[in-house]
């Protein structure tokens, strides 16, 4: 059975960092891309980043884009999300996703996702 667990969450002041990290159990995940998405108090899920089975192309979302990255060691089976110059409108829980194609977690289809870890940000 898929598992996907996410740690590192917290309560951080504006302008902090966090890095989140998601193990990843039940299959090998070399060859399925991984990536987060988002979700903050009254508003819908938002994809925040992918990253390629390879490691050799990642995306993001613009909200994000300069300030977060995302890294996977295919070797543990874990993608990590290093979030700097956080922001108040950052609060979310975090989940991460897993799926054979890239595009699926762009959309918020993927077939795996994790139940998230809480982001709290203070202005």
């Known amino acids: 059975q898929v598992q996907l667990v996410e740690s590192g969450g917290g309560l951080v002041q504006a302008g902090g960092s966090l890095r989140l990290s998601c193990a990843a159990s039940?299959?090998?995940?070399?060859?399925?891309?991984m990536g987060w998405f988002r979700r903050a108090p009254g508003k819908a899920r938002e994809f925040v980043a992918a990253?390629?089975?390879?490691?050799?192309?990642?995306y993001y979302a613009d909200s994000v884009k300069g300030r977060f990255t995302i890294s996977r060691d295919n070797a543990k089976n874990t993608v990590d999300l290093q979030m700097n110059s956080l922001k108040p409108e950052d609060t979310a829980v975090y989940s991460c996703?897993?799926?054979?194609?890239?595009?699926?977690?762009?959309?918020?289809?993927?077939?795996?996702w994790g139940q998230g870890t809480q982001v709290t940000v203070s202005s």
């Open positions: 996703a897993v799926d054979e194609n890239i595009m699926r977690i762009g959309s918020l289809r993927s077939t795996y």
């Open positions: 039940g299959r090998t995940f070399s060859s399925y891309a």
């Open positions: 990253i390629s089975w390879s490691g050799s192309s990642s």
